[in-house]
């Protein structure tokens, strides 16, 4: 089975580059057709899509967050990463990786989310 964890700071400042890994086990990242993405949830607010690395090692950003997102991965240590530069406690989230299938929006892995705090 696969299993996805997620790991970085807890807290960041505004000024300051939010990262954060996720590890995955039980399956290779690059094995077709599967995407790998970032997805967070805001206080009292529904779940956003941030970003997805395909097998390929295509990387797709959401329109409002694209300028300011970066998706990489280490294909060694079947390991995606996220780098989100927050600069207002927009950022502030729960945030999760999880595997997609083919279609859009479907995902069957979830790692268990970890909580994120943009402050000053």
């Known amino acids: 089975q696969v299993q996805l964890q997620e790991s970085g700071p807890g807290l960041v400042k505004p000024s300051q580059t939010l990262s954060l890994t996720c590890t995955v086990s039980g399956g290779s990242i690059t094995t077709n057709y599967y995407y790998w993405s970032w997805i967070r949830q805001p206080p009292g607010k529904g779940l956003e899509w941030i970003g997805s690395i395909a097998y390929s090692g295509s990387t797709y950003y959401s329109p409002s967050l694209k300028s300011r997102t970066s998706i990489s991965r280490d294909t060694s240590k079947n390991q995606f990463t996220l780098q989100l530069s927050s600069g207002t406690p927009e950022g502030t989230a729960v945030y999760y990786c999880?595997?997609?299938?083919?279609?859009?929006?479907?995902?069957?892995?979830w790692g268990q989310g970890t909580q994120v705090t943009v402050s000053s």
């Open positions: 999880a595997r997609g299938g083919y279609s859009v929006g479907e995902y069957d892995y």
